[in-house]
């Protein structure tokens, strides 16, 4: 009996070790064969060889992007839609100008080849850098709309004005405007079991929680997938995205000790607001099924300005063109003659995109990189920091914004061609999260923009290369303990 008992333990570890192994090189066969960047490669075979099983479960529920099959086929059915409405926007040829900057030129062929369309002319923009101005702004037009209000956004955290845009939006509703909005399910997850919540759905908003987090939904969609967008579209004909949700800073995170937020939004109007109300209404349809009616050019409630602002609007996340911000970052560095200036509040940069931006420095661009002093993600804080040797050492300059978490993503080149959006200068908005990206080629624009830039520049600490070399040892095991986690943040 003992010899039959030790045979079956013998058996049954023969069973364990060699299935376990299959599984590791099936895996490690699915993920170089994924055709991924090779420091994602690289750090998903630790993570897979380091942590037995636990690395295995941790690569399918985050090392690959997967919508699920409903959403997959949703997306599917919904290409040929917006391919027709990219179609008819061509009946309506003085929108479209191919008269663009020389440093915007390369960029605006890429979105032709990639989307179809010509840079879009006629665009009205403002830049708004304050939280009152936003919410000034915002809250105005949601007074004034008389059809519809849609938006999405990352985080709905309530508290000071964020109320006020809760109250303007039911007495919206109480004029008959429909209202819709779409909430990522982790970023507002609290908002979502408030009270405020409730009185809004109550009022006759229509709140949407768009994917939704549970470990049962792990097998047929990614979990950590995010709907990253911040748009407001009023009555088609007025649109806002950029970096601030809707937040009022003094009550947001104020326990992280980070300081508040500093956020820009740009408000649109034109026929780019066309483009803006089609990418939302794909949105809507592959979280809920439901169709929306796309806008017409021909609802503008103002005429567009002559020549004015040419703008492209760049989405991204699965079932958008693959890379696409990755790409159009790329394009745009290397168009690059004179000057670069990137603000995002997380530096984790591919390695296609770090050797862009040092390959800038060195052809004599003069690079800046605005980063906050203080992050609110200690993981991406340390993983940053393992790309700024190299960053220095090719003649980059790199600030520290002070006191407040600087939160704006945005790029401007050689004071002409301006990318405003909710994509920050990572893995997850490069190659996972539902991002969006505003290219704007206008003098007047890049002008305003650079103003803010140069005053956040007044309020940031620059990192000489010689002190960041003199660092503790122990600043450098940490940096690259981290690195190797890069791709995975």
């Not at 636990?54 to 690959?64: A, M, N, R, S, T």
């Not at 809250?139 to 845009?165: H, L």
């Not at 906050?372 to 520290?400: H, I, T």
């Not at 890049?446 to 007044?458: M, V």
Request: charged share 20%; proline share 4%.
């Amino acid at each position: 009996m003992n010899v039959s008992l030790a045979a079956f333990y013998a058996w049954m570890s023969s069973l364990i070790f060699f299935s376990y192994w299959f599984l590791v090189v099936a895996t490690t066969l699915r993920i170089v064969t994924k055709r991924r960047p090779t420091t994602f490669v690289v750090a998903w075979m630790l993570v897979i060889y380091i942590l037995p099983v636990v690395g295995i479960i941790l690569y399918f529920l985050l090392g690959e992007t997967h919508l699920g099959q409903r959403r997959v086929k949703r997306a599917q059915e919904m290409r040929p839609i917006i391919n027709t409405f990219i179609q008819k926007l061509h009946d309506f040829p003085s929108i479209f100008t191919k008269q663009v900057s020389s440093v915007a030129k390369p960029l605006f062929q890429l979105c032709k080849h990639q989307t179809g369309l010509d840079g879009i002319s006629g665009n009205h923009i403002v830049l708004m850098s304050t939280p009152d101005e936003i919410f000034d702004n915002l809250i105005a037009d949601i007074n004034q709309a008389s059809s519809n209000i849609e938006m999405v956004f990352y985080i709905w955290y309530k508290g000071g004005r964020a109320n006020e845009v809760e109250d303007a939006l039911i007495d919206a509703v109480k004029r008959g405007v429909v209202c819709r909005l779409m909430l990522d399910s982790a970023g507002s997850r609290q908002f979502l079991k408030t009270d405020e919540s409730h009185r809004m759905r109550e009022a006759g908003i229509e709140i949407v929680e768009s994917l939704k987090v549970n470990l049962l939904r792990f097998m047929f969609r990614r979990l950590d997938l995010r709907q990253h967008r911040k748009v407001a579209i009023i009555d088609n004909h007025i649109a806002y995205t950029g970096s601030m949700n809707i937040v009022d800073p003094r009550f947001f995170k104020q326990n992280k000790n980070v300081g508040e937020w500093v956020d820009v939004m740009i408000r649109m109007n034109g026929p780019i607001t066309t483009l803006m109300g089609a990418i939302y209404a794909s949105d809507w349809e592959l979280e809920t099924g439901k169709k929306l009616s796309l806008p017409k050019v021909t609802d503008f409630v103002e005429p567009p300005e002559e020549k004015q602002h040419i703008m492209q609007l760049i989405p991204s996340g699965p079932g958008y063109t693959e890379n696409m911000i990755h790409q159009a970052l790329l394009t745009a560095i290397y168009s690059a003659q004179d000057e670069i200036i990137f603000t995002t509040p997380y530096l984790v940069p591919s390695d296609d995109l770090l050797h862009a931006i040092c390959t800038a420095a060195q052809r004599g661009v003069k690079v800046s990189i605005i980063i906050p002093q203080n992050n609110d993600s200690l993981m991406v804080n340390w993983a940053s920091r393992a790309f700024f040797s190299d960053l220095l050492e090719s003649g980059v300059k790199l600030y520290q914004f002070q006191h407040n978490l600087l939160h704006t993503k945005s790029v401007l080149i050689d004071n002409q061609l301006s990318l405003v959006g909710t994509v920050n200068l990572d893995m997850r908005s490069l190659w996972l999260n539902f991002e969006l990206t505003a290219v704007i080629d206008d003098t007047e624009f890049a002008n305003n923009l650079n103003k803010l830039l140069q005053s956040y520049l007044q309020q940031s600490k620059e990192i000489p290369l010689l002190e960041w070399r003199k660092r503790p040892f122990w600043q450098h095991i940490i940096e690259r303990l981290f690195y190797f986690f890069a791709p995975l943040l």
